[in-house]
């Protein structure tokens, strides 16, 4: 006796519909659906937008003024402030703060030592008026997200001069992913124009442009900023700093991208559609652009993601000794300066919460560029 299995027409009209779809689909379509597979991959690249939008939108969601214009001169040092609802004389719809008494204490060698009124609070406001500011750099605004009806509000507390270091970080994170910007997107160009070059001329051409890619790989990179910062002149701005920084990054960030695209272009450039363009009378210039490069886009995309944290990795470090950006400027290697002292280890461990972002930002970056490699990989285990 046989049994025969009864498909429904709805399901199988479906089942028909998705197979379409999947023979149809583009590379981009494929790439985003095994994308989509990966829990931790979507997780983090929603951490990584919000992140991003933190940073566009810094100077509204930041109460104050990151730089010395908004510092608080009563409050050096100053601990973390944690908005709350309820206290000892009942609840409120609104978050508020106690008011903080502070004086220095011999008891203490002199340091502060911090009284909590609990019988007067601070109420928090939102869409408060403050100091004014530029979206975007260019909108000008006075509104910010919230503060406070009297007094100051510090999430993250505050530095040693009195900044706010939770409107520091919005604009660090910020900063630090615009140094990478500019830093890959420098390295992106060179690499396709020179690793294009190399893998489709081949013989001396690409001798010769192996040999100047290893010699710029070999280059160590710490002497290079040092000897590169002997040079810079004092009376730079910190804007200047800032776009001659993202430029050497992405000067030696090149190499490891280029050797990518040549060697796929080695592989590709004997293939028959290739053959067909040049027959047709295409210029290598036109075969390049149009044929050979997009048939690899995925996987351009894919290496610009990952080399997209060691850039910023990169401005950290660099900044971090003392390299690259400086004050006025407000990026996460500057802000991890303010950490390397047993002084704030000891006693004020609020410095080390920009640490947590940065941490975040880079492992966000790197499950991210994981993900979209899985997923660009034909033969990824991902796909089944």
């Known amino acids: 006796m046989t049994t025969e299995t009864h498909v429904p027409p709805a399901a199988g009209l479906r089942d028909q519909k998705a197979k379409e779809a999947y023979f149809t689909a583009s590379q981009r379509q494929l790439i985003w659906a095994r994308f989509k597979k990966q829990r931790a991959a979507m997780i983090a690249l929603g951490f990584l937008i919000v992140l991003m939008l933190a940073g566009i939108f810094a100077p509204f969601l930041s109460p104050y003024d990151p730089t010395a214009a908004g510092r608080n001169k009563d409050y050096l040092n100053g601990a973390p402030t944690i908005p709350m609802f309820c206290d000892k004389n009942g609840c409120s719809l609104r978050p508020f703060l106690h008011t903080v008494e502070r004086e220095r204490s011999i008891a203490t060698n002199f340091r502060w030592v911090e009284t909590v009124n609990e019988d007067k609070r601070r109420y928090v406001q939102f869409f408060v008026e403050g100091s004014p500011y530029k979206l975007f750099g260019v909108i000008p605004l006075k509104t910010r997200l919230f503060g406070m009806d009297e007094g100051f509000i510090h999430l993250f507390g505050t530095d040693s001069a009195g900044k706010d270091i939770f409107s520091r970080t919005l604009h660090a994170i910020w ?210």
């Open 175 to 384: 900063t630090s992913m615009q140094v990478g910007t500019i830093g890959v997107f420098i390295a992106f160009v060179l690499a396709l124009v020179i690793g294009g070059v190399s893998g489709y001329y081949g013989g001396r051409i690409d001798s010769v442009i192996q040999m100047i890619t290893d010699a710029v790989r070999t280059v160590p990179t710490i002497p290079l900023f040092m000897a590169i910062a002997a040079f810079i002149p004092q009376e730079w701005t910190a804007e200047q700093r800032f776009f001659f920084i993202s430029l050497i990054l992405g000067l030696i960030g090149w190499p490891t991208l280029a050797r990518r695209v040549r060697t796929h272009l080695l592989t590709e450039r004997n293939q028959e559609y290739v053959l067909a363009a040049q027959l047709c009378g295409a210029s290598s210039s036109h075969i390049i652009r149009r044929h050979l490069l997009p048939s690899f886009t995925s996987y351009i995309i894919v290496d610009l993601v990952i080399s997209f944290p060691y850039m910023v990795l990169s401005e950290t470090a660099l900044s971090f000794i003392g390299l690259g950006l400086k004050d006025p400027v407000n990026s996460l290697g500057v802000m991890l300066q303010n950490v390397t002292s047993a002084d704030v280890l000891l006693n004020y461990q609020w410095y080390f919460i920009p640490v947590i972002f940065f941490i975040a930002l880079v492992m966000a970056f790197v499950f991210v560029g994981d993900g979209l490699r899985d997923a660009a990989d034909p033969y990824s285990d991902t796909h089944k």
